[in-house]
Every structure is written in C-alpha cells, then in structure tokens.
C-alpha cells in the first residue's frame, strides 16, 4: 500500500490515525443536527463554525490535488466537504435568510483563490501560494479556541470544554504534524504545532478548574466564537446556546462528542 501511494511507511501509520480521528471529529455535529431536524429550526445555532469547516476542507482539498502523495489529504478532506455540505444543506432548509449570505460568501472567496491561482502561478510557485493559504487559515482556526479558554478562566468552570474533546483534537494536531514532519509539508505539520499547545494548554485548564462548579455561567450570555476570516482573528458575540459554545471549540475541522472547532487539515 506504501509503494502505492508513495508514502513513507510512518507518514502513511499517522496519514491513517489522522483520518481516523478528523472522520470523528466530523461526526460530531450529529447530534446538533439530529435536533435542528426533529426541532424544524436552528434555535439560534450559528452557521459559521461548519461554513469554516467546509471552507477549510475545500482548501486542503484543492492543495492536495496540487502536490505529490496527497492521498492522504484527499481521503479526509473529500470526506469533510460531503459531511460539511450536508451539515449547511440541513442548516439551510430552517435557517434565517443570512446564512446564505455567508455560504455564498464562502463559496465565492475559494472560487477567486482558484482563479487566482491558476491564472496567475503554475507548477511550486501554486503550490507554495495554496499551501501558504492552507497554512495560514489553519492557524486562524486553532486559535479560535482562546475564547472557550477565556471563558474557563473567567467562570472557573469546565463546563463549556470537555476533556474528551480537548484530548481528541489535541491527538488529531499530533497525528498530522508527524504526517507534515515525515512528508517533508510543512504547511501541514507548522499549522499543528499550535493546534497542539492550545489542545495542551485547553487540557491544563481543565485539571485547573475540574473542581469548579458546573452551571455557574447560567445567568451569562454563552460566548460564541466568530472566526474572522478576512482579519484573521476571533471576536465573541452573545449566544444562549450551551451546545454552540462548544461547538465553536473545535478545531479541522476537523479532528470535530461535543461540538468541536475543526482540528482537520
């Protein structure tokens, strides 16, 4: 299988687990979903955390087609678009008219980074662009999670970030970074790096307050993170949705349980 795909054998071992765990983290929505559907609305669940997701798997995607022995990537990724697309699908039908402003938006920034591309670079010099763009969108999303921390700090409480999905996301930085560091892509494995010390840093916090009482942000508006895309940074806005919060946690993704912040590449 190693001759075939033309991996070393360890990159294609962690190729594998990095599949493994990112498919989990795509599932993990699931049971938001199941209630949109049975409920008929969004009851103020926000968009923006699977628009990031399909986003992210579309870039990753289109990088992977780029390069040499990017099966690895194709697989996930491939997968994340199909699972994020249904997620936005579902969210449309008994969604509020603006988050289709936000899908079209989507849509319509990655087809100009391909246009751009392809009109403009050929051959490494596409490579290198789409992978910088990878890379660098990689890092805005895993510092997305720097609100739940906040909000841990703040209210000394765990609630709103579950050792399980810390540890989850935190194994899914470590399985690609090793992929990025055996490929020889570091556009894979830098973007990991902080994944894995906010995945560290998340779980830290939660040895810290565990003790702390559950519910103690009940009178609070929940903070939802809002990925900027176009600047780069994350700015909090009120939710009252317990499960959104954590959602907005995740990090690729989408490595995605509770609602996680996409750790994928």
């Not at 990088?63 to 994340?80: D, E, H, R, V």
Request: hydrophobic share 50%; net charge positive; with cysteine.
């Amino acid at each position: 299988m190693t001759m075939i795909t033309g991996h070393h054998p360890l990159a294609f071992a962690f190729g594998l687990l990095g599949n493994a765990v990112s498919f989990m983290v795509y599932l993990a929505p699931l049971p938001t979903f199941y209630r949109v559907y049975k409920k008929k609305s969004t009851e103020g669940f926000q968009s923006v955390p699977y628009l990031v997701a399909l986003f992210s798997a579309m870039l990753w995607l289109y990088y992977a087609f780029l390069k040499p022995n990017g099966s690895m990537l194709i697989t996930i990724n491939a997968i994340g678009c199909t699972i994020e697309s249904i997620y936005i699908i579902m969210y449309l039908i008994y969604a509020p008219r603006g988050a289709k402003v936000l899908l079209i938006f989507n849509v319509g920034v990655f087809g100009a980074i391909l246009l751009f591309t392809f009109l403009l670079a050929e051959g490494e010099l596409r490579v290198t662009i789409v992978g910088w763009i990878c890379s660098g969108f990689a890092v805005s999303v895993f510092a997305a999670p720097l609100g739940i921390m906040r909000l841990v700090i703040r209210t000394k409480s765990v609630e709103f970030m579950p050792l399980s999905l810390s540890f989850t996301l935190t194994l899914c930085a470590i399985m690609w970074f090793f992929y990025g560091v055996l490929m020889k892509d570091y556009y894979i494995a830098l973007p990991n790096i902080l994944g894995f010390a906010f995945g560290i840093g998340q779980m830290i916090l939660y040895i810290i307050y565990k003790d702390g009482k559950n519910g103690i942000v009940s009178d609070l508006k929940l903070p939802e993170i809002v990925l900027d895309v176009l600047h780069n940074d994350a700015k909090i806005e009120p939710s009252t949705n317990k499960e959104e919060a954590i959602r907005m946690n995740q990090c690729n993704y989408d490595v995605k349980p509770a609602e996680p912040n996409d750790c994928k590449v």
